[in-house]
């Protein structure tokens, strides 16, 4: 069983959609969580970082942690098209352990 | 700034042949992360230096696999000799905190 289990989609919307991407772990020791967005062709950039369980917005993006269930979510509103990409879900234990990151969601908007 | 810089972008080998990716870190980080990327394992962390020395090297696959990070501004990840397993996108990634991370825009191997 991988550390931390994410759904590579694709998944398709149309704009304006609120978008829920997941991810579940296995090791309730992770205490950092993060989001990164890969365009294609390119490295991937963090979005969202959030430190134990709780919520955190910024802008059109919220992180949600849900530690007792191993469960972390990013929802996106009012998605446009520019948001098509890859999400990779990223956790660690403590901020000097590495990041392991979850296989990635592909995303694409429909105008 | 521009950002961290990978060179090839793109490489294309034979098996049994060397290859070397090189990475120019942000200036002033002082973490050098490298990375694979493939479709069926994702991304993996392979090594990662801190202020040019190693620390934790469990990722690499093999001896086939090294890096060295001779100074600050400048890091390689040699292949030697190649197998069309390696073929991947290697990122290179630095930071000067562990959280935020600025990855290149990766190197794209592939090994006939």
């Known amino acids: 069983q991988k550390e931390v289990e994410q759904d590579p989609g694709p998944l398709s919307v149309p704009e304006g959609a609120i978008v829920s991407l997941n991810c579940t772990y296995s090791?309730?020791?992770?205490?950092?969580f993060m989001w990164y967005r890969q365009y294609s062709r390119k490295g991937p950039e963090l979005l969202m970082y959030?430190?134990?369980?709780g919520n955190k917005e910024d802008g059109r993006f919220t992180a949600q942690v849900d530690k007792s269930s191993k469960y972390i979510s990013l929802f996106i509103r009012d998605s446009q098209p520019s948001d098509s990409a890859t999400y990779l879900c990223?956790?660690?234990?403590?901020?000097?352990?590495?990041?392991?990151f979850g296989s990635g969601t592909r995303l694409s908007i429909r105008p | 700034d521009a950002g961290v810089i990978q060179s090839p972008r793109h490489e294309v080998t034979e098996m049994g042949q060397e290859v070397t990716l090189r990475c120019k870190p942000i200036?002033?980080?002082?973490?050098l992360f490298w990375y694979r990327q493939t479709m069926m394992r994702g991304l993996e962390l392979l090594i990662y230096?801190?202020?040019?020395?190693?620390?934790?090297d469990s990722g690499m696959p093999e001896d086939r696999f090294s890096a060295k990070m001779p100074n600050a501004s400048f890091s390689t990840l040699k292949i030697q000799p190649s197998e069309p397993r390696d073929s991947a996108v290697y990122f290179c990634?630095?930071?000067?905190?562990?959280?935020?991370?600025?990855f290149g825009p990766g190197t794209r191997l592939t090994v006939l």
């Open positions: 990634a630095s930071t000067v905190r562990v959280d935020t991370q600025y």
């Open positions: 990223a956790m660690r234990y403590s901020s000097a352990s590495k990041i392991i």
């Open positions: 959030t430190y134990s369980s």
């Open positions: 090791n309730s020791a992770f205490q950092y």
């Open positions: 200036s002033g980080h002082d973490y």
């Open positions: 230096f801190n202020n040019n020395v190693p620390i934790d």
